[in-house]
C-alpha cells in the first residue's frame, strides 16, 4: 500500500499568512494526488486535483504543486474562512490512500 | 446541482449487519465510478471501497474485504454498501463519493462530490 505522510499535523497561523502543508508518497504516484478541506460536522471539500489544478470556485489563494512522492499545498494569504482541516489522497494505486491530515489553527 | 444524499445508519451491535444507501442527483450516475469513504470519530479519512460506473469490478480496504459488500443499481441510480460482521472499529461517518472525472471507462478517483454523511455506531 501507498502511505501518505502529511506535515505539519498541526499549524499555527495567522490571517494573511502564506501557509505551506507538505504530503509525501511512499512510492510514486506520478501526478495523482488531491487536496481536500474539511471543517468540523461537514464533508471534505475538493481544492486541488492532478497535484496542481484547482477545483471549479476554490479560491485562489489556494495551489497545489510536486509530482512523483513530493507535494505541497500553499495557501496565500490565510483567510477566516480557511481555519479547517487538510488532508491528501493518492488516487494512482489502490488501495487509494489519505494523509493524516493538517490542522490550520488561529495563532 | 449534484446531489448525494446517505441513509441506513444507525447502532448495531458487533456482529451485525447494516445496509446503507446513495441516492444520486444532478449528474449522469451510470457513467461515474462511485466509493465509500469512511471518518471514525476525531480520526482522519478511510477509504473503503469502490465500484466501477457500470458495476463491473470493485475493489475494496483491507480493513473491510470479506464483509462489506459495494453495489449499484443504475436505473434507480442508488450506491449501497452491505456491512456484515461489524466490528467497534468500523464506527465512523460514512460518506459516499463520486468519482471526479471520468473519459473512455476510466475514471480518476479523487472526489469533487460527497455526501453529507452517516454515522454507523457499533456497540453493546
Known amino acids: 500500500d501507498i502511505q501518505m505522510t502529511q506535515s505539519p499535523s498541526t499549524l499555527s497561523a495567522s490571517l494573511e499568512d502564506r501557509v505551506t502543508i507538505t504530503c509525501r508518497a511512499s512510492?510514486?504516484?506520478?501526478?495523482?494526488l488531491a487536496w481536500y478541506q474539511q471543517k468540523p460536522g461537514e464533508a471534505p471539500k475538493l481544492l486541488i486535483y492532478?497535484?496542481?489544478s484547482l477545483d471549479g470556485g476554490v479560491p485562489s489563494r489556494f495551489s497545489g504543486s510536486g509530482s512523483g512522492t513530493e507535494f505541497t499545498l500553499t495557501i496565500s494569504g490565510l483567510q477566516p474562512d480557511d481555519f479547517a482541516t487538510y488532508y491528501c489522497q493518492q488516487y494512482n494505486t489502490y488501495p487509494l490512500t489519505f494523509g493524516g491530515g493538517t490542522k490550520v489553527e488561529i495563532k | 446541482q449534484v446531489q448525494l444524499v446517505e441513509s441506513g445508519g444507525g447502532v448495531v451491535q458487533p456482529g451485525g449487519s447494516l445496509r446503507l444507501s446513495c441516492a444520486a442527483s444532478g449528474f449522469t450516475f451510470s457513467t461515474y465510478d462511485m466509493n465509500w469513504v469512511r471518518q471514525a470519530p476525531g480520526k482522519g479519512l478511510e477509504w473503503v471501497a469502490v465500484i466501477r460506473f457500470d458495476g463491473g469490478s470493485k475493489y475494496y480496504g483491507d480493513s473491510v474485504k470479506d464483509r462489506f459488500t459495494i453495489s449499484r443499481d443504475n436505473s434507480k441510480n442508488t450506491l449501497f454498501l452491505q456491512m456484515n460482521s461489524l466490528r467497534t472499529e468500523d464506527t465512523a461517518v460514512y460518506y459516499c463519493a463520486k468519482a471526479g472525472y471520468c473519459s473512455g471507462g476510466k475514471c480518476a478517483h479523487y472526489y469533487d462530490y460527497w455526501g453529507q454523511g452517516n454515522l454507523v455506531t457499533v456497540s453493546s
Open positions: 512510492q510514486s504516484i506520478s501526478s495523482s
Open positions: 492532478k497535484a496542481s
